[in-house]
């Protein structure tokens, strides 16, 4: 049996919200709930989530504001947006927002699964998540956010740490700006936190993985001048390879 997909609701009645809940429970996907607009896009913006269910008129971030916002960071996560506004001008913007369907108040569980289950099949296949990152004898467990160098015992990355080189790793091969790893990393992009930030929690991410020694660091994240950090050319990327469960 295939892994359960996981959706988000992002729904302010709670009615409504338990209800779509409860039909793609019965229906065979794993979900999880938010009752407004900022929690809606933390959720939204985790790792295992593979579309989101998004009602337009939300408290904190409307559901505009949260798709755009989410646009910024996983512009290929596919997104329904659920609401009683069914005007012609809504359903426009919403669309040309980065929306994959749309959908208006009052709707049947059926009518919505079948929704669902259109946009995953025309959505290409989330990337399989990024399980192990190597250089030489060094090697980062992201599952367990520790690096071990040998047969040496493990060093504990936090979680800012392990999402920095993660989204390092995701992207190797290019640089990936300050403002990028702001966003995606801090799901911050009003200024409120300086880009020195990303820089101490980079230097910090070095000494880990340097073993002691500033040389061997930039075997694992090289700064681009005046840009932002990638991964070093001979840093290796291992992704899960996820098998069918009851396969023979």
């Known amino acids: 049996m295939s892994k359960k997909r996981t959706i988000v609701v992002v729904e302010d009645e709670d009615a409504i919200r338990r209800g779509i809940a409860d039909a793609l429970t ?23 989530v593979d579309l989101v269910l998004l009602d337009l008129l939300l408290p904190g971030m409307n559901g505009f504001e949260v798709l755009s916002e989410l ?13 009683a506004r069914g005007s012609e001008d809504d359903r426009v913007r919403g669309l040309h927002g980065g929306a994959d369907d749309y959908v208006v108040k009052p709707f049947s569980a059926r009518e919505l699964l079948a ?3 259109a946009v ?14 190597s250089a030489g004898d060094s090697t980062v467990d992201c599952a367990r956010r520790e690096v071990r160098h040998g047969e040496s015992s493990p060093i504990a990355l936090s979680e800012m740490e392990a999402e920095i080189l993660q989204r390092l790793a995701a992207h190797a091969g290019r640089c990936v ?3 990028e ?3 995606s990393v801090w799901g911050l992009r009003d200024g409120t936190v300086e880009t020195r930030a990303i820089d101490m929690h980079i230097t910090r991410l070095r000494q880990k993985l340097a073993r002691g020694s500033a040389d061997r660091a930039k075997e694992w994240i090289v700064t681009v001048r005046g840009e932002g950090y990638m991964l070093g050319p001979e840093v ?5 390879d996820v098998a069918e469960e009851g396969a023979a």
């Open 26 to 48: 019965i229906a065979g996907y794993q979900v999880l709930e938010a009752a407004d607009g900022v929690s809606g896009l933390a959720e939204a913006r985790r790792a295992d």
């Open 71 to 83: 646009r910024l960071t996983h512009a290929s996560l596919p997104v329904i947006i659920l609401t």
């Open 115 to 117: 929704r669902v289950e």
């Open 120 to 133: 995953l099949r025309r959505s290409p296949e989330r990337p399989k998540p990024i399980v192990r990152i």
């Open 177 to 179: 700006s300050r403002e």
């Open 181 to 183: 790893l702001l966003s």
């Open 236 to 240: 290796h990327v291992a992704v899960e």
